[in-house]
């Protein structure tokens, strides 16, 4: 093999690092060319070394692997990083990816999948072990579904959300309408607009939003009255009927 992928292994824990790196050696176009047992050191490594791949644990003695992943990315970022980690919670794997990481791969792996793992960011791909990968992205979709409801309610207007909240509290079109002076055509169209705004399809998604949103505090039915500065404005005239 006229060519080896040249790879730094960064591992506190000493037979671990000894385990990988006698693995490693038994593959014909990897080298190992330097090990650290701390996070400082991994970075001094790749400083001299300019290698590849470097192969890292996240939890590291004086500089964790986060630490390390920007630090590098940020000065030296050709060099690929993959983790080598037991840390499957999502928030430790979204913060590594946000920091410029390559790929991702659990301590529990076997060999074959180590290997595929190693490949894959040496070819310039992402990888995460397949083991996470179903929970990282029910993360990532629930993340989206939050932002976009996010956004979804600061596109309501003032007058949909008087409605929203009358509605979560129990009132029907009818009452709505005597209350805010509009007609129950309007009110049925503020409620249309409101439940595409925010992709709702039924009444009682509507007053769990309102709950959550703190517009319903109660879902009591005490009369609505029609508001002291009640004025029908003129394209309502038509929809109600004019007063006799």
């Known amino acids: 093999m006229d060519h080896k992928r040249k790879i730094v292994i960064a591992e ?17 176009d990897l080298e190992i060319v330097g090990e650290a047992a701390d996070g400082i050191e991994a970075i001094r490594c790749v400083e001299n070394y300019h290698p590849d791949l470097l192969l890292l644990d996240l939890s ?32 430790y794997i979204l913060e590594a990816f946000r920091s ?15 290997l595929i793992a190693i490949r894959s960011v040496l070819d310039g791909k992402r990888y995460l072990s397949p083991s996470i990968s ?16 996010r956004s979804s309610w600061e596109m309501l207007t003032q007058r949909e ?60 039915n005490k009369p609505l009255n029609p508001r002291a500065d009640c004025r029908v404005p003129a394209g309502e005239l038509q929809d109600r009927g004019a007063p006799t």
């Open 161 to 220: 959300r008087e409605v929203l909240k009358l509605v979560g509290e129990g009132y029907k079109n009818k009452e709505i309408a005597g209350y805010l002076c509009i007609s129950e055509k309007t009110v049925e169209k503020h409620r249309s607009n409101i439940m595409r705004k925010l992709d709702l399809h039924t009444s009682s998604a509507l007053t769990a939003i309102g709950f959550e949103k703190g517009l319903v505090t109660s879902t009591g």
């Open 100 to 114: 410029g990481l390559d790929g991702y791969c659990l301590k529990d792996a076997n060999y074959s999948e180590l």
């Open 60 to 91: 590291m003695p004086k500089m964790n692997g986060i630490s390390v992943i920007r630090d590098l990315k940020s000065r030296l970022p050709e060099t690929r990083i993959l983790v080598l980690t037991i840390h499957e919670s999502e928030d």
């Open 12 to 28: 506190d824990h000493k037979i671990l690092r000894e385990g990988l790196k006698s693995l490693l050696r038994t593959v014909e």
């Open 134 to 149: 179903e929970k990282v992205l029910a993360g990532f979709l629930d993340d989206r579904k939050t932002l976009k409801l």
